[in-house]
């Protein structure tokens, strides 16, 4: 079953909001085994519409299509509809008694374009909407199913779960099921993690690899179907168990997990605390920390000294030392992770001193950035690293920098 979900509405081109629902209607359709094979997103414009119907109809066996069927000239789903199925539109009598009903109960005059709402595909199974006004419709047509739901996202969900998902595991012989989980990797990059799992991806069938880069970190994306769900896990474990031999000391976790929760976890685990010291990151290190459940047990708190004068009166950063080597340098870094640690009776602190940008500081280019690790009371540690991008994307991979080491020197 070649299953496409067709967005309408210039909105989500604009990106004015996102598709949320062909994102819900896809996790949806996977816990019962149907595969999706295109996401459309189309303006209103009926031509445009008309020709994505008509693309949907030549490649997929199942189109569930949502908005466009509101009561307003920019909603053109249903004139879109008549073109390709070549049915006419009636009006629901059942619909439009429940719009008037509406109006007459709130007191208020129906605007004649309200009646739009009722009309449906002559022969279509309607689906009656109780969370609002344009109902769903089931149409066969030539050997194709198509689906028609409002736009809204409560609207469209309460119907896809009280009768278009029930009517899809009656009506169709689902032959497999699919499972899915992302294993997420920090520290290697996308391309030499490619590189390293090549074999296994060439060999792929199933479960199918896709390697997915996202800021500072590399996913990889796990999908099987079995005749049961045990089965397909069971490929997908067995997949990943190679993947892990290959790149497992890059691996911090699966699924929705983020590095700083992995970090925190691993800090409760050994009993240690943690704190922090910041310049350029203006505590976004520590704010994602304390985000977290459970941060309390690990964390003692932070410091944020932007200037010079703050990490010479709050750090006890030397003057001398500010003088000759300036505090976007590896021994102001070390300063501020060896002083933080002292100074809030921590195990562990993190320093963080660089150029967000988008002008010099100090002589130093936008993107360099020094990061300080004092853990225990083993030798200080700094690391140096020139981020590329804008001021807001250098400061959130310094950060994220910061995690990943934190994460490998923990796991140890």
Same mark, same amino acid.
């Given at each position: ?38 996401? !459309? ?34 909603? *053109?789903?249903?004139?879109?509809? +008549?073109?390709? *199925? ?29 009646? +739009? ?24 047509? @030539? ?21 278009? *998902? ?25 391309? @030499? ?28 994306? $796990? ?12 490929? %997908? ?18 699924? @929705? ?14 009993? $240690? ?7 350029? !990151? ?9 985000? $977290? ?21 709050? $750090?006890? %950063?030397? +003057?001398? *030392? ?36 988008? @002008? ?21 540690? %700094? ?10 994307? %250098? ?15 923990? +796991?140890?």
């Amino acid at each position: 079953m070649r299953t496409e979900i067709i967005g309408v509405g210039t909105e989500l081109l604009l990106g004015q909001i996102a598709n949320t629902n062909a994102q819900w209607i896809s996790s949806r359709l996977a816990d019962y085994g149907i595969p999706v094979y295109h996401h !459309t997103v189309v303006g209103d414009n009926l031509d445009r519409v008309t020709s994505s119907f008509k693309n949907a109809q030549k490649r997929s066996d199942i189109i569930i299509i949502t908005g466009g069927l509101g009561p307003t000239e920019d909603d *053109l789903t249903r004139d879109a509809g +008549k073109r390709v *199925l070549g049915l006419n539109l009636v009006e629901h009598r059942e619909t439009m008694d429940k719009i008037q009903s509406y109006y007459d109960r709130n007191q208020r005059t129906m605007t004649v374009n309200n009646r +739009k709402q009722s009309l449906v595909f002559e022969g279509a199974n309607v689906l009656p909407n109780l969370e609002g006004m344009a109902p769903g419709q089931w149409i066969n047509r @030539d050997g194709v199913l198509w689906i028609f739901l409002p736009g809204v996202p409560g609207e469209m969900k309460h119907l896809m779960e009280e009768y278009v *998902l029930p009517r899809l595991q009656s009506n169709f012989q689902v032959d497999s099921q699919i499972v899915s989980q992302m294993l997420r990797f920090i520290g290697i990059g996308e391309s @030499d993690l490619e590189t390293k799992l090549q074999t296994l991806i060439t060999q792929q069938t199933n479960p199918t690899i896709a390697p997915l880069a996202s800021e500072g970190e590399v996913g990889v994306r $796990l999908t099987a179907t079995g005749a049961t769900t045990a089965e397909a896990w069971k490929k %997908v474990e067995n997949l990943k168990e190679q993947i892990l031999n290959h790149v497992g000391q890059y691996y911090y976790g699966s699924d @929705d997990i983020t590095v700083e929760e992995k970090v925190r976890d691993l800090l409760k685990a050994k009993g $240690l605390t943690i704190g922090s010291a910041e310049s350029f !990151t203006g505590g976004k290190f520590l704010e994602r920390l304390v985000s $977290l459940p459970g941060a309390s047990n690990v964390c003692q708190g932070g410091y944020i000294a932007y200037t010079a004068e703050m990490k010479e009166k709050v $750090l006890q %950063v030397s +003057k001398l *030392l500010i003088t000759t080597y300036g505090t976007i340098s590896n021994q102001c870094a070390e300063v501020m992770a060896r002083n933080t640690q002292s100074l809030l009776g921590v195990d562990i602190a993190i320093s963080f001193t660089g150029v967000a940008g988008p @002008d010099q500081s100090e002589g130093q280019e936008p993107g360099k950035v020094f990061i300080g690790l004092q853990i225990g009371d083993e030798k200080p540690e %700094v690391y140096e690293y020139h981020f590329h991008g804008g001021r807001d994307q %250098v400061r959130t991979r310094a950060v994220k920098k910061g995690y990943e080491l934190l994460f490998h020197r923990l +796991k140890k």
